[in-house]
């Protein structure tokens, strides 16, 4: 899975990522330097050989001044990067959300067949992925199962705390420990059941233990009654990117059937590691 993307490929970059600029607009601000700004960055992508002031205000039909103060802002927030000869190429920023978009589209597509073949051997309700985004777990795909009547309260795009979730604990089982310090301080260890963990060394204890047996549990620390349970995915490089993980009630998940849950778990995140490309350390020549 290549690390950086072709700059054809900016287009799998949500317009979001760039609201920030956006808001910094103030000498435009209307709905028309917007779209000006995107015109640019679509114009500029499409080129291979970069394009300057000029070209673009010619090519675009717009005021040279427009395009100027565009390229700018978006060159001082390393969108764009402009060479001696005065021409504006695709900066690094644009380049590295672009392969993080692109990156999570391809473990999407990569992990959905597995979260399938996950519910279907273990025969609970859903499956799902998730990556770790501004000190929050969020969700990124979800399957789930056609036959099962329970029905978890899970969706694309749910954000949840690190601290009580067992996705939560994958995600940052192999950050420093300075980095999960700074997560907890930021978006605090709120209790949220009896069995929260909110102690900031309980939770490094935890993290120990995710990345000394390969599995996450979440035992009724985000919602009574459920229990959760998550294993990280490695890449390539073997970096974790994300997790695969599994929610339902804690009947389902009872001690006596957790270590099979486990082994399927563990075997379902093995399984998408593999097919981004890693090799685990110990069967490397």
Known sequence: MPLFCHEENWSAINRDYFSNFVNTMSEEGTSNSVERAFSILEKIAESKNGL?????????????????????????????????????????????????????????????????EFIEKSLLPEAHLAVLD?????????????????????????????????????LTAYLTEDAVLEILKTRRMEMKTRKTIIDPAKYLRELE????????????????????????????????????????????????????????????AEKVSSRLGYIPRQSKI
């Open 209 to 268: 233990k995710v990345r000394k047996f390969g599995f996450a549990l979440d035992n009724e620390e985000n919602a009574d009654g459920v229990r959760c349970l998550a294993a990280p995915i490695f890449d390539a490089a073997g970096r974790p990117v994300a997790v695969l993980g599994t929610s339902t009630v804690i009947m389902q998940i009872d001690d006596k059937h957790l270590p099979r849950f486990v082994k399927l778990i563990k075997e379902a």
């Open 52 to 116: 300057s002031n000029s070209d673009l205000s010619r090519s675009l039909k717009i005021p040279k001044s427009s395009a100027s103060y565009i390229l700018r802002v978006m060159e001082r927030l390393n969108y764009f990067k402009r060479d001696n000869s005065g021409k504006y190429r695709i900066g690094l920023k644009l380049m590295s959300l672009t392969s993080e978009a692109l990156m999570q589209l391809d473990i999407r597509e990569i992990a959905k067949p597995v979260l399938v």
């Open 134 to 170: 501004n000190g929050r777990a969020v969700y990124i795909e979800k399957v789930e199962s056609e036959k099962s009547f329970i029905k978890m309260d899970i969706w694309v795009g749910h954000r949840l705390p690190v601290h009580t979730t067992a996705i939560g604990k994958a």
